[in-house]
C-alpha cells in the first residue's frame, strides 16, 4: 500500500543535501533577524508572560518556521510537477497516491525540525534555554503534518507558479504574523482573537510555546493540528489522484 | 503484450483518440507514425497510466491498466518525449531511486544498474550530474532508467527528437538491441525513416484515428514501390506503380519534367490521408 514511499523521500533528501550550504544559510538569516530587531525593539516592555520576549519568540518563530519550512515543499512539488515533470515518474511508477502523499509529508517534517534547530540554536547565544523535549517535537511535526499536507494539496490544484505565489501570499504570510507567533493573542481585540482560533498556526504556537515554558499541556491544540492534518491527508490522496488528466 | 480495445481519449470537445484497437505482440517493434497532434503521447499516456482514457480497454502484458493498474504499470518502461531526469543528481543517483520506487531489493538493483549502464555505455560517467550530459547521454541514460525494472514493454515517444543524425543511428542501435533481448518496444514518432528503418510494423494514425496498420513493407506495397514525380502547373503529383515497367511505359508517355524513384512511408501515408506527416 505504501511501498516506493521511501524513494520519493530519498529523492527529496538526496536533493536537500546537495543544496545544503545555502539551505542551512537561507534558513539562518530571518530568524536571526527577527531576534535582534525584535529583542532591541521591544526589549523590556513585554511582561505579558513571566518570560522575556526572546524567550517569548523563539517558540513563536520555531511555530512559524516550521509552517513556513513544511508548506515550502508546494513550489518544490510545483517545480517537479510543470517543470521538470519528475512528478510523471512516480505517477509511472506502481506506487500508491498514499504512498507519495507520506513521503512528501515527510519530507515537509524533515524541513520544518531543520528550521526549528537552526532556531533553537540561534537562541543559545541571547541566553534562551527553554525545554526542548518531545512534547515541543511533537507539537513542531503537527505542524509540519498540517502544512505539508495542505502544501500537496495546493501544488496539485494549481495550474502553475504564479497562483501558487498568490495563495501563499494571501494566507500564509497574514497567518505567520498573527497566529501568536510575535505577540501574545491577547493585545489583539476580541473579534479577531475569535477568528484566529480556526487558525491552525495559532494552536500549533500554543502547543509549541506551552512545551517549551513547561507550562499544562495544550492537548485541545494538539487534538486540533493533528485531526486537521488527518483531513488534509485524505483530500491530499483525493487531488493526487485527480492530478491525472 | 499490448491490446487496445477501442481506446478513446476526449479532451473538453477535442477527439484526441478515436475507437484505436490494435494489438502488439510479445518481442514486436512496434511503431506509431503520424504528425505533430495525431494522438500519438495521447496513446502512450493512457498506456503508461500518466492519463485516464475516455472509453475503451487496454491490457499491458495481460493486466487492464484500469482495473490492474499497479500490475500493469509493473510491465511498463517509459521513455518520455521531455527527459524528465532529476537535473542535479548523478546518473547512478537517478537510476537507484528509480529501483526504490519499483522496490527492487538494494542488491540487485546495484547489480542492475551497473549492468544497464554498461549497456547503454555510460559506466565511466555514472557519477555525472544530469546537468552536464549531452543530449543523446540523457537519452540513453533515460532509456537505461525505463529498464532498471526489466519491463516486459517498453514505450519510447519520440525517442530521437533533437538528435543529430550520427546520434539517432546510435540510439536505434539501443533500441534495435533492446528488442532483440526480449523486450517489446512500442515507439512514437513523426520521423518515416525512424519508422522504416526500425519497425516490424507500423501503425498510421491521423487525427486519432488509426488509420492503416502492417509492416512498412507492405504499407508501402499496397499503393505501389515505384513513385514517378510529375511536375506540373499546381506543383509536384506524385504517381504509384507495381512494378518498374509499368512506372517507365507511364513516363514514355508524358512529357512534362518527370522523376522516377522508391515509395517510402511518407507516399503510403499521404495516400491514406491525404496529410503529410512531416510539415
Ligand atoms: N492535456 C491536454 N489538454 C488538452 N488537449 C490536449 C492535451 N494533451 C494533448 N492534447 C491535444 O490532443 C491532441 C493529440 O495530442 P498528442 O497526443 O500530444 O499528439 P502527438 O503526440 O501525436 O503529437 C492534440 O490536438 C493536442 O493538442
Ligand atoms: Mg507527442
Known amino acids: 500500500m505504501l511501498k516506493g514511499w521511501f524513494a520519493i523521500y530519498y529523492r527529496e533528501v538526496l536533493i536537500l543535501w546537495l543544496r545544503r550550504r545555502r539551505y542551512i544559510a537561507t534558513l539562518t538569516v530571518s530568524p536571526l533577524l527577527y531576534l535582534t530587531a525584535f529583542s532591541y525593539a521591544v526589549g523590556d516592555n513585554f511582561n505579558a508572560t513571566n518570560h522575556t520576549y526572546i ?5 513563536g518563530l520555531a511555530a512559524m518556521a516550521s509552517m513556513l519550512e513544511s508548506y515550502s515543499i508546494a513550489s518544490e512539488i510545483n517545480i517537479a510537477r510543470f517543470y521538470w515533470k519528475i512528478f510523471e515518474e512516480f505517477q509511472a511508477a506502481p506506487v500508491s497516491e498514499a ?27 541571547f ?3 527553554l525545554d526542548y523535549g518531545l512534547l515541543f517535537w511533537f507539537a ?10 495542505l502544501a500537496i494539496i495546493i501544488a496539485m490544484v494549481v495550474r502553475g507558479h504564479a497562483d501558487q505565489f498568490m495563495l501563499s501570499n494571501f494566507i500564509i504570510t497574514p497567518m505567520a504574523f498573527l497566529g501568536g507567533t510575535f505577540f501574545p493573542l491577547d493585545r489583539f481585540p476580541e473579534w479577531v482573537q475569535f477568528l484566529l482560533n480556526f487558525v491552525p498556526i495559532t494552536h500549533a504556537s500554543n502547543a509549541v510555546r506551552s512545551a517549551a515554558f513547561n507550562q499544562q499541556v495544550a492537548s485541545t491544540s494538539y487534538v486540533i493540528l493533528f485531526a486537521l492534518g488527518t483531513i488534509f491527508f485524505l483530500l491530499a490522496i483525493r487531488v493526487v489522484k485527480k492530478a491525472r488528466d | 503484450m499490448i491490446r487496445l480495445e477501442n481506446l478513446s481519449k476526449n479532451y473538453n470537445s477535442l477527439r484526441a483518440l478515436n475507437n484505436v484497437t490494435l494489438e502488439v505482440p510479445q518481442g514486436e517493434l512496434f511503431a506509431y507514425l503520424g504528425p505533430n497532434g495525431a494522438g500519438k503521447t495521447t496513446t502512450i499516456r493512457i498506456l503508461t497510466g500518466l492519463t485516464n482514457k475516455t472509453s475503451g480497454n487496454a491490457w499491458v502484458g495481460g493486466y487492464n491498466i484500469e482495473t490492474e493498474a499497479v500490475l500493469a504499470k509493473r510491465q511498463c518502461g517509459s521513455v518520455p518525449q521531455l527527459l524528465n531526469l532529476d537535473e542535479e543528481l548523478t546518473i547512478s543517483q537517478n537510476l537507484d531511486i528509480h529501483c526504490r520506487l519499483y522496490n527492487i531489493p538494494r542488491k540487485r538493483a546495484r547489480d542492475r544498474v551497473s549492468w544497464l549502464l554498461d549497456y547503454v555505455g555510460l559506466a565511466d560517467r555514472h557519477n555525472s550530474p544530469i546537468k552536464n550530459l549531452s543530449g543523446g547521454m540523457k537519452r540513453r541514460t533515460i532509456i537505461a532508467r525505463a529498464l532498471a525494472h526489466e519491463p516486459k514493454a517498453l514505450f519510447l515517444d519520440e525517442p530521437t527528437v533533437g538528435l543529430d543524425p550520427e546520434i539517432r ?5 539501443l533500441i534495435k538491441k533492446i528488442q532483440q533481448d526480449g523486450t517489446t518496444v512500442f515507439l512514437t514518432t513523426h520521423y518515416i525513416e525512424e519508422a522504416e528503418f526500425l519497425a516490424d510494423r507500423v ?4 487525427e486519432g484515428v488509426l488509420v492503416a496498420l502492417d509492416s512498412p ?4 506495397k499496397n499503393i505501389g514501390q515505384h513513385a514517378v514525380d510529375v511536375v506540373g502547373r499546381d506543383g509536384i503529383e506524385t504517381h504509384y506503380f507495381g512494378s518498374g515497367e509499368e512506372a517507365k511505359h507511364y ?7 518527370l522523376t522516377m524513384r522508391r515509395a517510402n512511408l511518407e507516399d503510403a501515408f499521404l495516400r491514406l490521408t491525404g496529410k503529410q506527416i512531416t510539415c
Open chain 1, 127 to 129: 541566553g534562551v534555554f
Open chain 2, 169 to 173: 543511428r546510435r540510439i536505434w542501435g
Open chain 1, 140 to 149: 513542531i511535526i503537527l505542524n509540519a503534518y498540517v502544512f505539508s499536507t
Open chain 1, 99 to 125: 504512498a507519495y502523499v507520506l513521503a512528501e509529508v515527510a519530507a515537509g517534517v524533515t524541513r520544518a525540525m531543520i528550521s526549528v534547530s537552526i532556531i533553537v540554536v540561534l537562541g543559545l547565544p
Open chain 2, 203 to 206: 501503425a498510421f494514425l491521423s
Open chain 2, 251 to 257: 513516363m514514355s508517355t508524358q512529357d512534362s519534367q
Open chain 1, 55 to 59: 524567550e517569548f519568540l523563539i517558540p
Open chain 2, 217 to 220: 513493407k507492405n504499407l508501402i
